[in-house]
């Protein structure tokens, strides 16, 4: 797999962990913890909420069907500080931004 795939990749499965977090957060905030109400609170069918939100493993497409959830229950999650802008701009053939390293700090 090459370097700029494993990368975008990556970047994804970092979105989906702070979607799911957020998600489950938020419905446990509001005490929707069984699946019904979860299901009944996302638009979707039980099973497919709870395999959504409990999934451990990165598959396509589960940014955008998270962000949904999302969206659907009216909150944002930031996901631009992951790294997205970076990826977006090699696709689109612009030259990625450039990072600058934090200072390193010195002891003693």
Not at 13 to 19: N, S, V
Not at 57 to 85: C, K, P, T
Not at 93 to 105: E, F, H
């Amino acid at each position: 797999m090459p370097g700029s795939v494993r990368r975008e990749h990556e970047v994804e499965r970092l979105q989906a962990i702070r979607l799911h977090y957020n998600i489950n957060t938020h419905l446990e905030d509001h005490g929707l913890v069984a699946p019904a109400a979860i299901s009944a609170a996302t638009n979707l069918l039980p099973t497919q909420a709870v395999r959504l939100l409990t999934r451990r493993h990165w598959r396509e497409g589960n940014v955008e069907a998270l962000q949904a959830i999302a969206d659907y229950l009216g909150f944002m999650v930031r996901l631009d500080d992951l790294g997205w802008s970076d990826i977006v701009s090699t696709k689109t053939g612009a030259a990625p931004p450039r990072r600058v390293g934090s200072p390193v700090r010195r002891c003693g």
